[in-house]
């Protein structure tokens, strides 16, 4: 059989691989520079039986992928910059409802209306902290059109396989990129669906303690009633005003994912091996900095790379690693250091640290790089 062959954006890559999925609910509002990801769903879901909504705004958008998800589809939903501050209310609802959904958020040079059309990766800290309160959050991001597909089934299945939200987080570069992809074919990727309960709907229990944590989900309209709110709430869903089921719930929150952090975490590591220096990034950031290590190794240059595709949870244990074995890290990124924050959190002082940003929605380049670690290519 011929290989299905496309040349594809980012951007729409993200939605052939959610339809891959089985995504068959979109709801959001159109915003640069994520607009493809809405355009593109219009299109293919109607192919595949499913439905597109375009809502009459961001909240709003935030809302009906909610109300799929609820209903039992499996719901998309994209956005960018403001766009993204506007979803974080309803974010933290689908957090604390166990909502399984997933919330592409493309991102742009802000803050607020900021460059629409220019490349960021300022939203890092939003991803993890938008909404209030403490809560679990899972933010995979890709660094080619390839992952774009990929990591939209992956996000799909976090979300189905842990109840919550999860974020597809690129940047503009990515999700404007063309390459060619090769599209999987049916089965080859695994592809999880979200536990659904066996018992009498007289016995069930929405938010129940199981072993995994994660209870069972019902769809609404199946003869299973619950009831939703945004409120801590007891195991069949209804408030209560009680500190100590409060504090209980989120511990059941957070460690549902904190228990699966093997499962979770991705990462690449490029020529670390016999490295003494590395450079930390993600997005479009690492494939530049994949070609300063290149450029690095030729003349001689003990280098390597160490890339995000998970950035929440944080690869904690790694980078900690990592650190023990350089004598400096470099996080490149598109914003003023907010992973590299993170990095010198956990790194607890084992090496030197030095971010390498950009927040004016310019691309960092090969020689911005370079200039940090002291030399041009040519040099």
């Known amino acids: 059989m011929a290989k299905n062959v496309k040349l594809l954006q980012g951007n729409e890559a993200c939605v052939h691989g959610a339809i891959y999925a089985g995504m068959r609910f979109f709801a959001g509002y159109p915003i640069t520079p994520s607009t493809e990801i809405a355009e593109v769903s219009s299109v293919e879901l109607p192919k595949v039986g499913g439905k597109f909504i375009q809502m009459e705004d961001e909240i709003a958008g935030m809302a009906a992928t909610i109300g799929g998800a609820i209903a039992g589809k499996k719901a998309l939903t994209a956005t960018s910059g403001p766009g993204f501050s506007l979803k974080q209310e309803n974010i933290g609802y689908a957090a ?3 909502i399984p959904c997933v919330i592409a958020n493309v991102q742009r040079c802000g803050p607020s209306t900021g460059l629409p059309t220019s490349p960021s990766q300022g939203d890092v800290m ?6 209030h309160g403490d809560h679990p959050m899972i933010a995979i991001s890709p660094t080619s059109v390839k992952e774009c597909f990929e990591f939209a089934v ?8 842990y109840r919550t939200p999860v974020i597809l987080l690129l940047d503009e570069g990515i999700g404007h990129l063309r390459e060619k992809i090769v599209i999987p074919k049916e089965g080859e990727l695994e592809v999880i669906d979200r536990k659904r309960p066996t018992c009498n709907p007289s016995e069930y229990e929405p938010y129940g303690y199981t072993d995994d944590l994660v209870p069972p989900m019902a769809d609404f309209g199946t ?3 619950y009831n939703i709110t945004g409120l801590f709430h007891d195991e069949v869903g209804f408030p209560v005003n009680s500190t100590e089921v409060a504090g209980k719930q989120l511990d059941r929150l957070m460690s549902k994912i904190e228990n699966n952090l093997d499962d979770i975490v991705i ?6 091996e016999d490295a003494e220096f590395a450079f930390v990034s ?13 450029a690095l190794r030729e003349k001689g240059v003990k280098v390597g790379l160490f890339t995000l595709k998970t950035i929440w949870p944080f690869p904690e244990k790694q980078i900690e690693d990592l650190a023990k074995k350089m004598n400096k890290l470099y996080v490149v990124e598109m914003n003023l250091g907010q992973v590299l924050e993170e990095v010198k ?10 971010g390498i940003n950009k927040a004016n929605g310019e691309m960092i380049t090969p020689d911005d790089i370079l200039a940090k670690f002291g030399g041009g290519i040519n040099a």
Do not use: H, P
Not at 345 to 354: A, F, N
């Open 96 to 98: 604390i409802a166990e």
């Open 126 to 131: 939003q991803a993890k902290w938008g909404t």
């Open 154 to 161: 992956k996000a799909f299945n976090f979300a189905e396989k």
């Open 223 to 225: 003869g299973y009633k």
């Open 267 to 272: 990462y690449d590591e490029y020529m670390l």
């Open 282 to 294: 993600y997005g479009s950031m690492a494939r530049t900095s994949k070609e300063v290590v290149v």
């Open 345 to 354: 959190k956990v790194s607890q002082g084992e090496c030197e640290l030095e």
